[in-house]
C-alpha cells in the first residue's frame, strides 16, 4: 500500500471531500490495515456521537471483543438496521438453534443494542421442518433467504447451521444487487469457500454468481477437522482399520471423505465407506456387515436430526467399546444425540471446532460461559459461541462502516484482521474463512459431552 495515497485518502475524509462509506471503500481497495483505518475514521468522528466501551450495564469483558481501536458506537440517530438469522429451531435442533439465537441476543445486548449509529433489531428465522425432526429444509431455507435479501433493513444474514442450508443461500444473496454479505456460526463443509481435492464440479466459484465473494466463516472448516480426526485415530488412538459411514448430506458426505483420505494417507486401511439410510427404521444389517469387515473404529459423518442415536444404538449392540471406537464429528455435539442413543453414547468420540464453552480459557470466553448459563440455566450449546462471535464481528462491521449499506458493511467485514474473540485472536484469510484452527476432542462420559484434549491435523 502507498502510505502517500493512504494519507490523501485520510485527508480528503478530515476535509469532507469524502464521506465514511467512501473512504472505508477506498482504504479497503488500497490495502490499508485495520487498524489505520479505524484509526482514522476515529480521528474524523462527527460531531456529537457517542462511543462507549461496552453498552451501559454490559459485562465489561464486553470491551475485551474485537479489533483494537474500533470504537463502538451507540448512538441512533442514523435509523435502524435488521440483522436476521437462519438455523433450525425445533425438534433435535430446538438447543442448538435455541442456544444459538440467544447468543445473538446476548450479543446485541451487550452493546446496547445499536452499532454505527443504528439501532439494531434481530429475528431468529426458523428453516427447519417437523417432517425432518426439525432439521433443515431446503424450500424452508430459500423461502427465508429471499425474505432477508428483500428487506431494505437487512444488512447482514447470520446464516446458516447447515452446509446443505448455505449452498441454497449463499447464490440468492451474492445474486442481489449488491451482494448481502452472509457469515455462519456453524457451516463447515470446505467447499463453500475452499478449493480442496473433496470438492465437487465448480466448488466454490458456483456460488458466487455475481462475482464478489459474499459468504464469510467465523468456524473451522471440515478440511481442518476430518483430519485432525483421522490424525488422532490413527496416531493417538492406534486405530489401524477403519469403517466410515456418512449421511450423503454435503457436511457428513464432505467430512466422511476427508476422514477417510487423511487416514488412508497415514497408513491407516479404510476396509468400507458408504452412505446409511437415516430413514431406515434400524440398522442392525448394516452393522452385520460392518462387523464382519473387522474394524476397530467406525467414524460416522452424520449430524444428529438423521437418525444418527439409532445407528449408535444398533452398533453397540453387535460392537462394544472395548472392541470398536465410535467416532464422530461436530454434527454430533448435541445432547439430544446422547440422550437418544441412551447408554450406547457412553464413551463415543466427537470431535469439534474449538472448545466446549466451559473450557474456555480467555477472560472473555470465561464470561460468556457464566453468563449464558445463568441465562439459559443450562450448559449453552458449543455452536453459541460462535453465533456470539458472529453477532460481535458483524456490529464491529456495522460500527467500521457507519453506514446502512451492504457493500460498505461487506467489506468492513473483509477487512477483520486481529479480532480478539471469545476463543483468542483470530482474522478472515482471503477465501473469509477464520485463521483459527483449534480443534477438540470430546467423549461422552457420564451422559456429558466431556473435553479431552485439543487436536490437529497431521503436519503438512
Known sequence: MSEQRFDALVQQLETQRIDRRTFLVRAVALGASVPAIGAALLRTQPVGAQVATPAAGGPATAAEIGMPGIEHLTTTDKGTIKLYSSWPLTGASEKIGGDSAEAVRLCLEDRGNAAGGFALEYEALD????????????????????????DPDAMVYIATYNSGASKISIPILNAAEPPMPMITPQATYPGLTKDTPSNAEGEPEIYYPSGTRNFFRVVPADDIQGPAAANWAFSTLGATKAYVLHDNQLYGAGVATLFRDTFQSLGGEVVGFEPFDPEAPEYQALMTKVADAGPDLVYLGAI????ASKLLQDMRALMGPEEVTFLGPDGLVNQDFIEGAGDAAEGAYITFAGVPANTLSTGAGQDYYTRMSERLGEEPDAYATYAYEAAAVVLQAIDVAQAKDRTAILNALAATEGFQGLLGEWSFSDTYDTTATTMSLNVVKDGAIT???????PAS
Do not use: M, T, Y
Open 127 to 150: 428453516d427447519g421442518i417437523a417432517a425432518n425432526n426439525g432439521g433443515w429444509d431446503a424450500g424452508k431455507e430459500s423461502e427465508n433467504a429471499n425474505r432477508v435479501v428483500n
Open 304 to 307: 444428529v436430526n438423521l437418525n
Open 451 to 457: 473435553f479431552q484434549e485439543e487436536i490437529a491435523p
